[in-house]
T-cell receptor
Framework: DAGVIQSPRHEVTEMGQEVTLRCKPI?????LFWYRQTMMRGLELLIY????????DSGMPEDRFSAKMPNASFSTLKIQPSEPRDSAVYFC???????????FGPGTRLLVL | GQQLNQSPQSMFIQEGEDVSMNCTSS?????WLWYKQEPGEGPVLLIA?????ELTSNGRLTAQFGITRKDSFLNISASIPSDVGIYFC???????????FGKGTKLSVIP
């Protein structure tokens, strides 16, 4: 299995620009998570999907952040407009059910200038 | 909310030494997971624990689910340079999809 796939691996953008991060979960997994990792706050859960339906988005920082999962094999996390404080590593993870044995992707390193 | 205290924050050890790190929780967990993250990569699952008192090994790694269900320990025996990385504990409560992560233990191995 290819594991969780994320793209791009690195993104550098200017403040105010739209950023779209992409994720392909492990085939057969029905739970998908978006996390953000920073030095100050560690790993934070942003949003959780189960069977393509957003279950909990309470971790999404603000309205500038949105996430979609149009089908079982694809999800996007969008930031519009981006701000320097959004600079972080964004991870997508998937699991067979709930949050047990969550497998992480390699992450997208985002730098907003 | 739930909090996980992971210690130590960082460790510098000599190659060949054994390593111990632990996590304590403010509440009871039903699942404990241990992950390793290397620079530029995502966390990789090492060990999963599901029952109080459970002791599970994965090669030179051994993890235990504490009896109180509020703590977990990870031991690495005979460390080698490729053990370098940040080790995270994570826990979840019964019926919850939420994984709470510790802040990580950064391990450095001196050859």
């Amino acid at each position: 299995d290819a594991g969780v796939i994320q793209s791009p691996r690195h993104e550098v953008t200017e403040m105010g620009q739209e950023v779209t991060l992409r994720c392909k979960p492990i085939s057969g997994h029905n739970s998908l998570f978006w996390y953000r990792q920073t030095m100050m706050r560690g790993l934070e859960l942003l949003i959780y999907f189960n069977n393509n339906v957003p279950i909990d988005d309470s971790g999404m920082p603000e309205d500038r952040f949105s996430a979609k999962m149009p089908n079982a094999s694809f999800s996007t996390l969008k930031i519009q407009p981006s701000e320097p404080r959004d600079s972080a590593v964004y991870f997508c993870a998937s699991s067979l059910r709930d949050n047990t044995l969550a497998y992480f992707g390699p992450g997208t390193r985002l730098l907003v200038l | 909310g739930q909090q996980l205290n992971q210690s130590p924050q960082s460790m510098f050890i000599q190659e060949g030494e054994d390593v111990s790190m632990n996590c304590t929780s403010s509440s009871i967990f039903n699942t404990w997971l241990w992950y390793k993250q290397e620079p530029g990569e995502g966390p990789v699952l090492l060990i999963a624990l599901y029952k109080a008192g459970e002791l599970t090994s994965n090669g030179r790694l051994t993890a235990q689910f504490g009896i109180t269900r509020k703590d977990s320990f990870l031991n690495i025996s005979a460390s080698i340079p490729s053990d370098v990385g940040i080790y995270f504990c994570a826990g979840s409560s019964a019926g919850s999809y939420q994984l709470t992560f510790g802040k990580g233990t950064k391990l450095s191995v001196i050859p």
